[in-house]
């Protein structure tokens, strides 16, 4: 059984950057992770995914340029670099990491078979 616990979120303001790690506990080195968010009043939303080498990522148009994905899968970790952030970025972030080994990448929830608690991150004007 993978758990998943995210963590580094938080308050920053318009302009600012955080970074959100989530650390796996079993075997996740080789299954693809994403990072998914959900404001208040909105379904959850694809943000960011990467592949198990890390060669492949894609983001979300809205995040595009301003974060970014990585994951050491030494560590069993994986994170997200969240740079210019805006006020409508405001969210709970979840990491996800797919149920099995694969060389792709994920962009949908159904795809994710273990999920995080969800860290808040909240951008101010």
């Known amino acids: 059984q993978v758990q998943l616990v995210e963590s580094g979120g938080g308050l920053a303001q318009a302009g600012g950057s955080l970074r959100l790690s989530c650390a796996a506990s079993?075997?996740?080195?080789?299954?693809?992770m994403g990072w998914f968010r959900q404001a208040p009043g909105k379904e959850r939303e694809f943000v960011a995914t990467?592949?198990?080498?890390?060669?492949?990522?894609y983001y979300a148009d809205s995040v595009k340029g301003r974060f970014a994905i990585s994951r050491d899968n030494a560590k069993n970790t994986g994170y997200l670099q969240m740079d210019s952030l805006k006020p409508e970025d405001t969210a709970v972030y979840y990491c996800?990491?797919?149920?099995?080994?694969?060389?792709?990448?994920?962009?949908?929830?159904?795809?994710?078979?273990?999920w995080g608690q969800g860290t808040q991150v909240t951008v101010s004007s």
């Open positions: 996800a990491v797919a149920g099995s080994a694969s060389s792709a990448f994920y962009v949908k929830s159904y795809e994710y078979a273990y």
């Open positions: 079993g075997r996740t080195f080789n299954n693809p």
């Open positions: 990467i592949n198990w080498s890390g060669g492949l990522t």
